[in-house]
């Protein structure tokens, strides 16, 4: 192979993402009353997010913020008195609300204002300030579903809102923004019980389908009942039959929504449950918004392994959701089961040839916190998995607030209960992260020893990702073929993964141990294939120097097994000479 067909071209694809839950990221209050009001146990703002949390988010060697609940949905907080509709409680899900149940696709959530009349404004100063201070802006997109009791007040002059020229006598028309269960009224489901008192019935005639794809007047509690679907032009109820010629009126809504948003700075879009709503709208609508901004990217939430091939070529994303495969496999391995050579099965059955697509993670919103009890209670167990997630190929990597300070949730805050994740739904405080905020220095200086030492392998993870030419843009060799199955003496393939990542200016090995109880003497291979792909020579002897924080060197030939000693819980890695 010649160096002219080996050399790459640096792209953008690993960005670091740093997601934001924006209601609690810079709550300084410690009350933290079980079902508390706003008042009780306080609520993060933008102006929180100030010059100094973000150059600390800079220099930590993020590259992009995901601020989450930025968009003003259901809530059981009055805001009346400032002109927006009070919310029936009957269907809201926790005193603060879903950020996920949107009420008003064109305004911003009045609980993240300093000064509520200047809400928009604040928000578009946060904005300014990311971008000042070298970063991105990303907010969600929710296309699926809406609050029940959805009404734009703000919306542009002249913009019609979601079911205002809704034909409520069918079930199904393919310009209808919503689906309905004609001849039949919406029936709250019993066991729902408010925190507040509710003073008036919730009332909904004809009963709209609910967001989960519940085509039915009376959803369970465990179905998402606050919210609405929307009628992307699919009739579910014959067959999932399609109108998408011509383009359906709310394909045109949406689409005039995300100009909206990107016309404010906005940098991206992690498009919510983004399988729920078709492939040929994503197909249709990413252009349309590139034609305005080329730079805006897009992030699918998917599930579906098979369905992803087609929302990268057909419907556009630039990058999608690795939680199906590569986080379950990584969780299994944490939490002491698993098997490492699932790792191999990610990438040659669901991802192959577009893992430069794929967003890594271990924590975010929807997924239990590494530290709780539902999980593996221990910030450092995460470390072998981290450094996978972040280096296997050349696609984004993604982390959770306070997850790099070791943040448990282990109390019932509210509506989701002790769940072992950060509510989304409630009013809080989260002590760990507040020992970094530092009545809003955002300098550490209240972390205890225990959390400045994971959060400096976080910083120092991240600051070698951003560093490394391998890792940025290399190629993948995955090296479990020639290992497993007693291959290599020693090689415990259920819990040892090896691979390399390289470039013509760089060559790194990463051995993987994901044993918690075992350390490993173990010989681990690299095919001739391999040497040749890295275009070292095939004579002589090749050094392998240790790095990022592996003090370790060996030598040896093309031929011969690398013997190393692997603690356990961790990853070593040398570049190759």
Not at 61 to 84: C, L, N, P, Q, R
Not at 166 to 193: I, L, M, R
């Amino acid at each position: 192979m010649t160096k002219e067909k080996t050399k790459l071209t640096k792209h953008a694809d690993k960005l670091v993402v740093y997601q934001i839950y924006t209601r609690l990221f810079g709550n300084t209050k410690t009350t933290n009353k079980f079902n508390g009001t706003i008042e009780e146990n306080g609520c993060g703002k933008f102006n929180d997010i100030n010059d100094s949390a973000l150059k600390a988010l800079k220099n930590f060697g993020v590259s992009h913020v995901w601020f989450t609940g930025v968009i003003e949905h259901a809530t059981m907080t009055d805001y009346s008195k400032y002109g927006i509709p009070k919310d029936n409680p009957l269907v809201v899900k926790g005193i603060a609300g879903s950020p996920y149940a949107v009420k008003d696709y064109y305004d911003v959530d009045p609980d993240l204002a300093v000064n509520v009349k200047n809400r928009m404004q604040e928000f578009e100063a946060l904005v300014e300030r990311t971008h000042k201070n070298g970063l991105k802006a990303i907010i969600d997109f929710v296309p699926n579903h809406v609050a029940r009791n959805y009404h734009s007040d703000v919306r542009p002059t002249g913009v019609k809102d979601f079911g205002e020229d809704d034909d409520k006598t069918k079930n199904f028309a393919v310009n209808n923004n919503f689906y309905y269960v004609v001849g039949q009224e919406f029936k709250v489901p019993d066991n729902v019980q408010p925190p507040v008192k509710v003073t008036e019935p919730y009332v909904e005639n004809p009963a709209k389908a609910t967001g989960n794809d519940v085509f039915m007047a009376n959803p369970s509690i465990n179905d998402w009942f606050e919210t609405v679907k929307l009628n992307y032009g699919v009739d579910y109820l014959e067959n999932r039959t399609t109108y998408f010629d011509p383009v359906p009126n709310t394909w045109l809504k949406m689409r005039d929504i995300l100009l909206f948003w990107a016309s404010k700075g906005v940098d991206g879009f992690r498009c919510d449950m983004a399988e729920m709503v078709p492939k040929e709208f994503w197909g249709w609508v990413i252009p349309e918004v590139k034609k305005v901004n080329p730079a805006v990217i897009f992030i699918a939430e998917i599930y579906s392994p098979p369905a992803y091939r087609s929302y990268i070529f057909e419907g556009k994303f630039d990058y999608l959701y690795d939680k199906v495969g590569l986080y379950d496999g990584l969780r299994r391995l944490m939490q002491g089961g698993g098997d490492a050579n699932d790792i191999t099965r990610v990438w040659q059955n669901e991802s192959g040839d577009f893992s430069n697509r794929m967003i890594r993670f271990l924590e975010n919103h929807d997924e239990h916190r590494i530290c709780s009890k539902f999980f593996v209670g221990d910030a450092f167990k995460a470390v072998p998995s981290m450094i996978v997630s972040a280096t296997l190929h050349s696609g984004p990597v993604m982390l959770y607030f306070g997850q790099e300070v070791g943040v448990n949730p282990n109390v019932a805050e509210g509506f989701s209960g002790d769940d072992g994740r950060t509510t989304i739904f409630d009013y809080w405080g989260v002590p760990e992260f507040q020992n970094w905020v530092n009545n809003h220095k955002y300098d550490g200086a209240k972390l205890t020893p225990e959390q400045k030492k994971i959060r400096k392998f976080y910083a120092d993870l991240l600051k070698f990702v951003n560093t490394s030419d391998a890792v940025q843009t290399g190629h993948f060799f995955d090296l479990q073929y020639v290992n497993n199955n007693g291959q290599s003496v020693g090689y415990n393939d259920k819990k040892n993964y090896s691979y390399l990542r390289f470039t013509e200016n760089q060559k790194l090995l990463f051995i993987c141990n994901f044993d918690l109880e075992n350390s490993y003497s173990t010989e681990v291979k690299i095919p001739q294939g391999a040497w040749d792909m890295m275009q070292l020579s095939v004579s002589g002897k090749h050094q392998f120097k240790g790095v990022f924080g592996n003090k370790l060197t060996a030598s040896t030939t093309d031929t011969e097994p690398l013997k190393v000693e692997i603690p356990k819980n961790s990853v070593l890695i040398f570049e190759i000479k």
